[in-house]
């Protein structure tokens, strides 16, 4: 009997479509006055209550994780439906707080919740989405074993935002702290997914230790093409306004991987970067200059290449099922090769 495989995209649009009206339902059961605000930010109404039709569309690739994961260790995929529910909460909860830190003011395309509403409004409401992740997971028998998974992700991701807090823009850090601080970040909820869509599907600890590393890599592979995006993306395609994150003097993969280095290039971008304020137009085209010259896009993406070659090691020694260990595959291949 042939097998079916579903490419990224449609996997991201059928998970989009099982999980997206749970999340929903989760968030209707907030008090009406967070539940409004959070609506805002998930783009499902205008502030004053009506429905955006059609609501935008959400990646939902940490929930397709989960639920990849668990018919990974062959279970099926609707027994992790609350698991993939939770994740998708809790990415949410980091997102309102990573914007008022960052002190982003857009987010998909539009104002994010904190410049909108208000600061107590967004972090109250990533607050409350930090709880509901939780109590999507004590609903399941499994709680007792993934409930402590999420907190210790939770843990894990405040750790890395905090240490990324400390690294002030004009500062030199190291490559491997850049990493480390992704690792924290973005590489933790992927590994997070992994997980609790493994335990979910009964797995043990063995094989939900790969699958968590599997996640753990892709993770950083993401937060990797996320940043060169971030500096040589589309702006009709990523959402927020091009070079923000050189604008903001942010101390994203590349600009770390460009410092790393003892050439002219690294030496320049270091002096850009110790300027006051944000950078103005012309020195937003020199940073990329410097940033081409010193080879930093095709490192980073380099860096990306290379922990997708170490997550596809993980999944391998995972001994998953054929299809959705093929199906997980080409979903790292859509993050890898995404231009948004």
Known sequence: MAIHLRDGATILAETAMDVAPLIRSRVGELPAAVRHVTG??????????????????????????????????????????????????????????????????????????????????????????????????????????????????????????????????????????????????????????????????????EQAGHLRAFGRHLGIAFQCVDDVLGIWGDERTTGKPAVSDLRARKLTLPVAAAMAGHTRQAAELRALYRQGGPLDD????KAKELLEGAGARETTLSRARQHASDALEHLDRAQPEPEPAAELAALMHLIIHRDR
């Open 282 to 285: 012309a020195d937003c085209c």
């Open 40 to 205: 805002l930010h998930f783009g499902w109404w205008d502030d004053d209550g009506t429905d955006l039709d059609p609501p935008p569309a959400h990646k939902s690739v940490r929930p397709a994780l989960v639920v990849l994961a668990c018919r990974a260790v062959g279970c099926i995929d609707r027994a992790a439906l609350n698991e993939a529910v939770a994740i998708e909460l809790l990415h949410n909860a980091s997102l309102l707080h990573d914007d008022i830190i960052d002190d982003d003011p857009l987010r998909r395309g539009r104002p994010s919740l904190w410049a909108a509403k208000g600061l107590p409004a967004a972090i109250l409401a990533g607050d409350a989405l930090f709880f509901a992740a939780v109590q999507a997971l004590v609903e399941t028998p499994r709680s007792s074993v993934t409930v402590p998974v999420l907190l210790d992700s939770v843990q894990a991701l405040i750790e890395g935002e905090y240490r990324d807090s400390l690294h002030e823009a004009g500062t030199h850090i190291g490559e491997d702290e850049a990493l480390s601080v992704a690792a924290a970040k973005t590489g933790e909820l992927f590994a997070c997914a992994c997980a609790l869509g493994a335990l979910a599907g009964g797995a043990g600890p």
